[in-house]
């Protein structure tokens, strides 16, 4: 295998560093790992190295880069919904430097993987989206999932009631965090109502929810999509709960081209090296069915 390599490359007049693993010297696929933000391109527990010389053992190039303001890059952090130009410049830098490529597969965790979403459909060199955790928050998305994915477990943990029974629990605080939840779950739901009778032309000039962007750009790319979702984790609850719900989601997520793996005893960043391992093997395995 060739040797890892130091990529510098400009986005908007900024320098970005990268890191290429070339993978074989006639490849024509390559993996673009996003990052989102706050992170850089090592990721948590060293996930993105591990995947990129895995994948990279297996002949896929990959290339793992700080986005602006991230890490080593210069500038500041746009976010992740303006990080277009970001991935732009680090496709053309990593066709620049592996002439054999042909397409590109975008892989992200969390907020990056919403930033590939709103990227992969304006560029025909994404053929593929391999999406973890996507980053899908709303306000009342965000306190129905503490609601009933984090208030609802802890009832059923018998550390707490032990707790309450040495009293060693803090009520007050307690139920001051579940009436903000509950309160911030009951205007969102009215939000809803409200924007759901505002006239269409009026409604235009606001942005629309970051879950109908994101279908937006799902429904806008038509590549294959793998999708990852842990079973600890708050961002992916969010996900699982918000799509459910949503009649436009379950048709895109129904669709031939999406394959789904859940791992429900993996956490938000898949800390633990089975879990980092699984997610490699999933790559890799599907990046080879198609």
Known sequence: MTAERVLLFTCQGLSLPGILHPGAPDASRGVLVVVGGPQYRVGSHRQFVLLARDLAAAGVPVLRFDCRGMGDAEGEFPGFEDLDADLAAAIDAFFTQVPSLREVVIWGLCDAASAALFYAGSDTRVRGLVLLNPWLRT?????????????????????????????????????????????????????????????????????????????????CFTGPILLILSGDDLTAAEFRDTTRASRRWRRLLAEPRVTIRDYPEANHTFSRCEWRDQVAVWTRDWLRAW
Do not use: C
């Open 139 to 219: 306000g009342t998305g965000e306190a129905r999932a503490y609601l009933r994915h984090y208030y609802l477990a802890r009832l059923l943990n018998p550390d707490l009631w032990r707790k309450i029974r040495r009293g060693e629990f803090a009520f007050g605080a307690a139920l001051r965090g579940l009436l903000d939840l509950i309160m911030r779950a009951g205007r969102g739901a009215r939000e809803s109502a409200r924007q759901a009778l505002v006239p269409a032309a009026s409604a235009a000039v606001a942005p629309a929810p970051l879950p109908e962007r994101m279908a937006d750009g799902w429904q």
